[in-house]
């Protein structure tokens, strides 16, 4: 649902206090990663989502009908640029926040399954031949699966 606006120059002012909530949201989603919390434990999540679907709501509207923003103030255009700029600039940052936990935790979750596997290998087995059968180790070794490619 677009935003109910007075005029192009109230627009303007509504999407650029979303934008700047955004990016404080994300700042702080930022320094929440920084802190290695989980986000799911995050207070500011649901604000966060609602307000980034609002914003793509928005700038979907004003993409089909560039008329939204036409008459908007100059400075108010000028403000809008400069806050959707540091929006940008967040979630870029954001994103890098991200895939480093990603990786952090993506590289726990193996050392885990590595040790769990190693703890439930027991004892070698020996084969027709003699020697430890590698096709019964290396399924004795698999404790945990997880999946490589999320």
Excluded at 73 to 88: H, K, S, W
Excluded at 118 to 139: L, M
Aim: net charge neutral; hydrophobic share 45%; with cysteine.
């Amino acid at each position: 649902m677009p935003l109910l606006a007075h005029d192009a120059s109230d627009r303007a002012r509504q999407v650029i206090t979303i934008s700047e909530r955004l990016t404080a949201l994300m700042r702080e989603e930022i320094a929440w990663l920084g802190s290695r919390r989980p986000l799911l434990d995050a207070p500011f999540t649901d604000e966060k989502a609602r307000l980034a679907n609002l914003y793509r709501t928005e700038m979907a509207c004003i993409a089909e009908d560039r008329a939204l923003l036409d008459t908007a103030d100059r400075t108010e255009l000028a403000r809008l640029r400069r806050a959707t700029a540091l929006l940008q600039d967040a979630v870029a940052d954001n994103a890098v926040a991200i895939a480093a936990m990603k990786d952090l935790t993506e590289g726990l979750v193996q050392a885990i399954a590595g040790e769990v596997g190693k703890a439930r290998a027991g004892p070698a087995v020996y084969g027709a031949q003699g020697s430890t059968t590698p096709a019964v180790q290396a399924a004795a070794a698999r404790g945990i699966a997880y999946d490589t490619r999320a």
